[in-house]
Nanobody, 126 residues
Framework: VQLQASGGGLVQAGGSLRLSCVAS????????MGWFRQAPGKEREFVAA????????LLQDSVKGRFTISRDNAKNTMYLQMNSLQPEDTAVYYC????????????????????WGQGTLVTVSS
């Protein structure tokens, strides 16, 4: 199983980026997916999650109104559209997958996810 995250880069504050996560999972549509991030010196934290069907999405409070999570099951791909980026969004962003069926609270927990991508670096300059 491979999760390949891409789309990171250097952007000025107020700018936008779209991250992608391509999964080599068989039956991708049976997996809930999530984005986490880890800033230097900090623990990895939940950013966003989307259920297997796309019917439920969750966002960390600090990114609500700025980030949007989506998925295209036909392409085995999940996205994170990030707008109005701020320096505090600087981090390595990781995508993760877990077999479907979790409660919403479980989707926010790192321990719920079985598979992780390698991460993509997002740097926001002020």
């Amino acid at each position: 199983v491979q999760l390949q995250a891409s789309g990171g880069g250097l952007v000025q504050a107020g700018g936008s980026l779209r991250l992608s996560c391509v999964a080599s999972l068989r039956s991708f549509s049976r997996y809930d997916m999530g984005w986490f991030r880890q800033a230097p010196g900090k623990e990895r934290e939940f950013v966003a999650a989307i259920t297997w069907s796309g019917g439920t999405t969750l966002l960390q409070d600090s990114v609500k109104g700025r980030f949007t999570i989506s998925r295209d099951n036909a392409k085995n791909t999940m996205y994170l559209q990030m707008n109005s980026l701020q320096p505090e969004d600087t981090a390595v962003y990781y995508c993760a997958a877990k077999y479907y069926g979790a409660a919403n609270d479980e989707l926010r927990a790192r321990s719920s996810y079985s598979f992780w991508g390698q991460g993509t670096l997002v740097t926001v300059s002020s």
